[in-house]
């Protein structure tokens, strides 16, 4: 059964550092997403990516963030200098859009820690 | 503005019960869906189900079966004779379509042998 792969499973930084996290969304899904979960609260919308572009992003994905498609797997989100509150896991997220229907399937995360 | 409310922060039972997993939801869209996702302790989000707005009908799959309420804007998961397995935080989460999902807080269910 296809499923969405993140990359790293883990990472630590230091703060003020740049990462990237790395997704491969469904191949055939069309449109993408990032969310995030800080430690014991609820999972967060960050961004949505449709037709290489974004297609709607929270208050959270300020101009630290960014995403991109560098080529027909990948699908990449950018944190270029991380703060200690950036600590948290993220997921990607993909999905086929069916006349409506919508079910986004996860990846299984990547845990960031900023220290 | 939509909202999703878990009131249960968490639930303890023991192997064999049956628990029900409440999710009450908030929204001016008359076409929405609304989904279950498992989190287990490794972390990953699991889907389960989806439901349209249009589409009240109750499932059950195995041992799980949800009841969609539009009157009361509920979309409720009960588990029937629960197992260690089950263990998890379930979140209830809702979307218009091709957006975003909103997820409720979640409920920790914690099954004991």
């Known amino acids: 059964e296809p499923e969405v792969t993140q990359t790293p499973s883990h990472q630590v930084t230091q703060m003020g550092q740049e990462v990237i996290l790395r997704c491969v969304p469904i191949?055939?899904?069309?449109?993408f997403y990032w969310y995030r979960q800080i430690l014991g609260q609820k999972v967060e919308f960050l961004v949505s990516?449709?037709?290489?572009?974004?297609?709607?992003k929270s208050e959270i994905f300020d101009d630290q963030f960014s995403v991109e498609r560098p080529d027909g797997s990948n699908f990449t989100l950018k944190i270029r200098s991380t703060k200690l509150e950036d600590s948290a896991m993220y997921f990607c997220?993909?999905?086929?859009?069916?006349?409506?229907?919508?079910?986004?399937?996860f990846g299984p995360g990547t845990r960031l820690l900023v220290l | 503005a939509q909202k999703v409310t878990q009131a249960q922060t968490e639930i303890s039972v023991v192997e064999k019960e049956d628990v029900t997993l409440d999710c009450v939801y908030e929204t001016r869209d008359t076409t929405y869906y609304l989904f279950w996702y498992k989190q287990p302790p490794s972390g990953e989000l699991v889907f389960l189900i989806r439901r349209n707005s249009f589409d009240e009908q109750n499932e059950i799959s195995g041992r799980y079966s949800w009841n969609f309420q539009k009157s009361t804007s509920s979309f409720n998961f009960t588990i029937t004779a629960s197992q260690v397995v089950d263990s998890a935080v379930y979140f209830c989460a809702l979307s218009r379509g091709t957006d975003k999902l909103i997820f409720g807080t979640g409920t920790r269910l914690q099954v004991f042998p």
């Open positions: 997220a993909s999905s086929e859009y069916i006349g409506g229907w919508e079910t986004q399937y």
């Open positions: 191949s055939n899904h069309l449109y």
């Open positions: 990516f449709y037709n290489n572009e974004i297609s709607e």
